[in-house]
């Protein structure tokens, strides 16, 4: 089993910045690999949906449209800590943040769908004021 916990979270105004981080540890847990990360959010009365991902290489990224060239997803091995970068935060951005994780055999793929991610964190609250 793989645990992740998320950290980060919290109250900015609109335009700050935020880093969010999940470290992952676990029996099962080997350091990313064969791991796809993901960040998703939901926000209150809405679906989660997905914001950031990685795939277990770590050569290829992907962002949903509302947060490219706010947002960026990276990690960091020696740590076993996935972050997302949070820039320009909007109100619209207000959510619960999840990191996820998943077995990739394929090093390039990035999980966009939710129910593609064997393990959740417990998720952070983001809130951005107007």
């Known amino acids: 089993q793989v645990q992740l916990v998320e950290s980060g979270g919290g109250l900015v105004q609109a335009g700050g910045s935020l880093r969010l981080s999940c470290v992952a540890s676990?029996?099962?847990?080997?350091?990313?690999?064969?791991?796809?990360m993901g960040w998703f959010r939901q926000a209150l009365g809405k679906e989660r949906e997905f914001v950031a991902g990685?795939?277990?290489?770590?050569?290829?990224?992907s962002y949903a449209d509302s947060v490219k060239g706010r947002f960026a997803i990276s990690r960091d091995f020696a740590k076993s800590t996935v972050y997302l970068q949070m820039n320009n935060l909007r109100p619209e951005d207000t959510a619960v943040y999840s990191c996820?994780?998943?077995?990739?055999?394929?090093?390039?793929?990035?999980?966009?769908?939710?129910?593609?991610?064997?393990?959740w964190g417990q998720g952070t609250q983001v809130t951005v004021s107007s």
């Open positions: 996820a994780l998943n077995w990739q055999h394929t090093p390039w793929v990035v999980s966009v769908r939710s129910d593609e991610y064997d393990s």
């Open positions: 990685m795939s277990w290489s770590g050569t290829v990224t």
């Open positions: 676990g029996r099962t847990f080997s350091n990313f690999s064969n791991n796809g």
